[in-house]
């Protein structure tokens, strides 16, 4: 579980410090706060490769296509909004510590001592490029340095086996296939009976899930009562397709963390307590902690079951802007619980 976070440089954090994170940490604020970013900043430090970075930027609606026009000032323009106040001359520092692993970090850079030549192909101009460094410490000690270059082929980088469980979800990255492949993981291990159980008893009319496949990709299909066939899961709801993402992520990410933007999507606001009952008690029984954010005031009074007979495990993370800076203030389990239960306004 991570204890502690430091965040210097990225996105909208100048210099982040929090610690005594607990089992699940629920993010609120207004929007454009930097609720998204704080966990794009843990998704991003528990990764292994800069490749994680353009994932984010594809949930974020950025093109798949990465086309650099401009030469050296195109380069830097991808990633220019990494850093605090678009400051490229200072690095970025993602660090957290993990109470088994121990330490991590991430550092993004520009490499002062090389630099490579855009190739013409495909970019409408040649030049020479600092390339941007991704450097990571995985809890091993271990480092790796993976420099972001681009070659006729498009886009060249390294991977790094220190491996962090970790996963995101989100509208934009849960899907079908996803889902499909972790189901499939924990039906070889034998476990994915927990899953269906917890479904089940949520969402009675469902029978039982498998894995099919459907135009040549697997899909999970349910066993729906009074059907005469099974149904994709895809097309049968959003609420139930959003719950099993969340549980198929804690029951595939044993001793990690699960990242859940926007959690409240999908729920109908007089199951959500059931829900997040059921995903707090999944995570616990797996040992995995969450990041959650939400703008849902319906949520957070929904989430007083648990608080109740949680609060050493639960934290409620408050982002605030300070000008073009983010600060986040702690409100332990227990002054969350008074607040909700005295109608205070704490999103």
Not at 67 to 87: M, P, T
Not at 188 to 202: C, D, G, T
Not at 224 to 242: M, T, Y
Not at 330 to 335: A, D, K, L, T, V
């Amino acid at each position: 579980m991570i204890k502690s976070l430091h965040i210097e440089n990225y996105r909208c954090f100048s210099d982040l410090q929090l610690s005594d994170l607990k089992t699940l940490n629920l993010i609120v604020g207004e929007s454009g706060s930097g609720k998204t970013a704080f966990l794009e900043a843990l998704f991003m430090a528990g990764g292994t490769s800069p490749e994680i970075f353009f994932r984010t930027r594809g949930w974020r609606g950025f093109p798949d296509r990465v086309e650099i026009v401009g030469g050296k000032s195109g380069y830097e323009s991808i990633f220019r909004d990494l850093f605090h106040a678009f400051d490229q001359e200072q690095g970025i520092l993602i660090r957290f510590t993990d109470s088994q692993s121990g330490e991590r970090w991430l550092k993004i850079y520009y490499e002062e001592s090389g630099s490579f030549t855009l190739p013409l192909g495909k970019l409408s101009s040649i030049g020479s490029a600092t390339p941007i460094s991704f450097e990571w410490k995985g809890g091993s000690g271990q480092r790796h340095l993976a420099k972001v270059e681009v070659t006729d082929e498009g886009i060249k980088t390294s991977g790094f086996r220190d491996i962090y469980p970790i996963v995101f979800i989100s509208h934009q990255t849960s899907n079908p296939k996803e889902n499909a492949k972790r189901f499939s993981e924990l039906s070889k291990q034998m476990r994915h009976q927990a899953v269906v159980s917890a479904v089940k008893e949520l969402f009675p009319e469902i029978k039982g899930i498998s894995v099919e496949v459907n135009a040549g990709e697997v899909m999970l299909y349910a066993s729906v009562q009074d059907l005469g066939e099974r149904l994709p899961l895809a097309v049968f709801s959003g609420g139930i397709n959003k719950y099993l993402s969340v549980l198929l992520a804690i029951a595939t990410t044993r001793d990690g963390v699960v990242l859940i933007d926007e959690i409240e999507n999908g729920f109908y606001y007089k199951t959500m307590s059931r829900i997040l009952q059921s995903i707090f008690s999944f995570a616990q029984a797996n040992s995995v902690q969450l990041f959650a954010t939400t703008h849902s005031y319906e949520l957070q009074q929904a989430l007083l079951s648990i608080v109740k007979d949680n609060e050493d495990d639960v934290l409620l993370l408050r982002a605030e802007r300070d000008g073009a800076s983010t600060r986040i203030k702690r409100i332990s389990g227990q002054s969350y619980r008074s607040a909700i239960e005295l109608n205070l306004e704490v999103r």
